[in-house]
């Protein structure tokens, strides 16, 4: 299976591998603070971090560790974001689903539109049997979008993160490929 040159379109989007071109946008998104309140790291602090990650993407994709997919609008060919699937175990034919996307976009039915796709491909194209989604419990907007997709909460962990001071749970999401039978 060749994941280099996965493209997956949705009616507003283009789902496409990540390109040293899309690094000033990544570093944009992912040096915002609210965009990355409930992530498990800091903000971005330079544009080589925007670089770093798009190199361990291809290294991804390459080995089929994960997929990270740049969220390309199609009216304007902006990068508003990334979708992924990470913590890949083939055995186990299952994933964890991650989103960031820019603050302009947040409400606009974004992550539901993109998260399907993905969803869909993961299921019926990489033959996964099970997608997990970890998110902080206070991101009710995550929480609601996983609902939305046909996600199950699971399951709660307390004091699972710390990042800059801050401790934080986690709630567990999953969504088995038979569960959209």
């Not at 280099?4 to 998104?29: H, N």
């Not at 390459?62 to 979708?83: P, R």
């Amino acid at each position: 299976m060749q994941l280099t040159t996965i493209k997956l379109d949705t009616e507003r989007f283009t789902l496409r591998p990540l390109t040293s071109q899309d690094a000033e946008a990544l570093f944009a998104i992912f040096s915002d603070a609210d965009v990355m309140r409930y992530w498990n790291t800091p903000p971005w602090d330079s544009r080589e971090d925007a670089t770093q990650f798009i190199k361990q993407s291809h290294e991804d994709l390459t080995t089929q560790q994960a997929i990270t997919l740049a969220i390309v609008s199609k009216s304007d060919e902006t990068l508003i974001g990334k979708c992924l699937l990470f913590s890949w175990d083939k055995e186990s034919r299952r994933a964890e689903i991650g989103f960031g996307i820019a603050k302009s976009h947040w409400g606009q039915g974004v992550i539901q539109e993109v998260g399907s796709a993905l969803i869909d491909y993961a299921f019926s194209t990489l033959k996964l049997r099970r997608i997990e989604a970890e998110i902080d419990p206070a991101n009710i907007g995550s929480a609601k979008v996983l609902t939305k997709l046909g996600f199950t909460k699971e399951g709660h962990l307390r004091a699972r993160w710390e990042i800059a001071g801050e401790i934080s749970d986690s709630a567990l999401y999953g969504i088995l490929a038979s569960d959209l039978q």
